[in-house]
């Protein structure tokens, strides 16, 4: 069991879920790069907007997000959620974030390894 992380504009190559709370511009409900989409695991629109208008503060917006995966509700529901596709197989993490490795994704990979999913 692998997690990895794509563009939701790519091909995928394994089990996808899209972990963005908005949907992706130009891109079809009915899309097959989508896969499932798990907007719950997401960060809040107040904290999706806030690292908007404050993009050098990356460390500062993990930290936060991680205290909201951390909590209990929604978002730690589909955390959950992932950890369980995480446990059956590979499982890729899409976004529409031009730099995933600055998104919201790698913090999520980060949660899933934190529970026992590479």
Known sequence: ??????????????????????????????????GRWLKEVAPSNDLRKWYHGHPDEYDAFTVRYRTE?????AQADALAEL??????????????AKD???????TIVAALADRGVR
């Open 69 to 73: 995966l951390d909590r209990p509700g």
């Open 100 to 106: 995933p490795a600055r998104s919201h994704v790698p």
């Open 83 to 96: 950890v369980r596709l995480g446990e059956a197989g590979d499982v890729e993490l899409a976004t529409s």
């Open 1 to 34: 069991m692998t997690v990895s992380i794509a563009r939701v504009y790519d091909d995928p190559d394994d089990h996808r879920v899209l972990v963005d709370r908005l949907w992706p511009r130009g891109v079809h409900k009915d899309d097959p790069r989508v």
